[in-house]
């Protein structure tokens, strides 16, 4: 899977995703990670990207020029071969991200390019002209999109092959059924007076996973039960 990460703020965007798993992943070669820098694209002499809202209001709107320029170049056919490519405006106007949108973006495309907005926003038309779909993090707003953009990467990139040790890693998690995950613990055995549950050292895999599963329903019941009434 490639990535390409359209930014006014690339190191923000590289420090995170340079990281623990997915840093590893890029470095073996199973995810390609390209962050640009939209001001590098920028004709203006001072490398102005921004400007004043027409209509007037607060704040400043980045200029859909040297997006637009950005976008061309990550797209060109002489260094991009990829078929199955889709682009993301990261906005609170979009969509709310979830597990599952997350597994549709990993199994359907080979690139996905990400615009990260930042001040106001990004100027209506390059909306039009190049995004695919608009995906929001959470009914908040956040000053920039380059922290959704590395959420969205790494929920994306753990459904991509080889990036985690098995499918079995994300398959059992939280959500990805519809459930919650039943409750983990590892050593020691005794801690602060609590025990592990007796079924998890039965060494009984039947009994276990039976525990696991009346587990995750009950835990999905009592934390998450508009989960539960979505099915
Ligand atoms: C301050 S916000 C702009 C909000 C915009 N004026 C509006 O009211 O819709 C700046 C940028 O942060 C990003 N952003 C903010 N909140 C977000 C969220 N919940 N999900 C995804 N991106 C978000 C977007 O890229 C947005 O362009």
Redesign the pocket.
Known sequence: MRFDIMTLFPDLVSTVLGESIIGRAVKAGYLEINVHNIRDYSEDKHRRVDDTPYGGGM?MV?SPVPIYSCFSSITDEKTNSCKRRHVI??????K??TQQRAMELSKNYDNIVI????????DERIIEEIVDE????????????????CILVDAVSRMVEGVLASEECYESESLTDGKLEYPQYTKPYEWNGRKVPDVLISGNHAKINQWRKEQSEIRTKLKRPDLIEKQ
């Open positions: 704040g980045m405006y990261m906005s609170p106007q979009g709310v991200l615009l990260c907005g930042h001040y106001e926003g990004v608009e995906i929001s993090i959470g009914d908040y707003v956040l000053t920039g999109g380059e922290i959704p953009a």
